[in-house]
């Protein structure tokens, strides 16, 4: 009776590879002057996230698309980003705690601010986060939302904080309203903006997103003459883009 014995060995070899190269300075090092790389499950035939030959004009090397790494080291073309309303209600006005700010007519520096909404971000390590914001507000005299008819303007801003990173106020915008009529059709307008801010280390961090009313405040004392207003933010469809560099 015949025996075979079969043995298998697993070899690590530590080594660099080179392709094109007898010096290869990488664990894999492609030479060459006119060399390319090709990942054919990334082409626009293997691909969701590849559009292709887009423009339709047969000419596959003037249609590039972004290259991403996922957590694991794997090369991919799909687009995650940490956060992506992508056409849904980024901030539901009916689920916030306060989705409104109120301004007196007493009011001392002529300002008020709510925070409307907040995002966590969770980072392993220094990174660059980028903010994209839409956020929108309707603009009234009072909580019975009487139309403003006096003429004077209201600033509305829109702005957001991260804890962590001190007390900077990021992307802020502002539009100013004003009506001299009943019949003004109220509704919502928007704020929009966009901000890169540096996490300087591993972390939770805050982002806080508030809403602001302001009005003129008389200079050299005596008083104040800011004007009453209600804004209601989140009253539309609000979009929120978080990415990390």
Do not use: W
């Not at 691909?47 to 249609?63: E, K, M, Q, R």
């Not at 992508?86 to 109120?102: E, Y």
């Not at 109220?186 to 929009?192: D, H, I, Q, S």
């Amino acid at each position: 009776m015949k025996i075979l014995v079969l043995l298998l060995f697993t070899i690590q070899i530590s080594a660099q590879v080179g392709v094109n190269t007898t010096d290869p300075q990488q664990t894999l090092h492609v030479g060459s002057n006119t060399g390319t790389v090709r990942i054919e499950s990334l082409d626009g035939d293997n691909s969701p996230y590849n559009a292709g030959d887009v423009d339709g004009d047969l000419d596959f090397t003037n249609n590039t698309y972004n290259l991403y790494v996922d957590a694991l080291g794997n090369l991919t073309t799909e687009f995650k980003p940490l956060y992506n309303s992508n056409g849904s209600d980024a901030v539901d006005d009916a689920a916030i705690p306060v989705n409104f700010v109120t301004l007196t007519n007493s009011d001392t520096d002529g300002q008020a601010d709510v925070q409307i909404t907040l995002f966590e971000v969770t980072v392993a390590r220094p990174a660059i986060l980028e903010v994209k914001y839409n956020l929108s507000f309707d603009v009234y005299l009072d909580a019975a939302k009487t139309v403003i008819s006096d003429n004077y303007a209201r600033r509305i801003s829109t702005y957001f904080v991260i804890s962590g990173v001190g007390t900077r106020k990021y992307g802020p915008v502002s539009k100013c309203y004003s009506s001299g009529s009943t019949l003004s059709i109220t509704g919502p307008m928007y704020n929009a903006s966009t901000a890169y801010i540096q996490l300087p280390a591993a972390g939770k961090y805050d982002i806080q997103f508030y809403g602001e009313v302001s009005s003129n405040v008389k200079g050299g004392g005596g008083g104040t003459t800011s004007k009453a207003a209600y804004v209601e933010f989140a009253t539309g469809y609000d979009a929120i883009f978080l990415r990390l560099h």
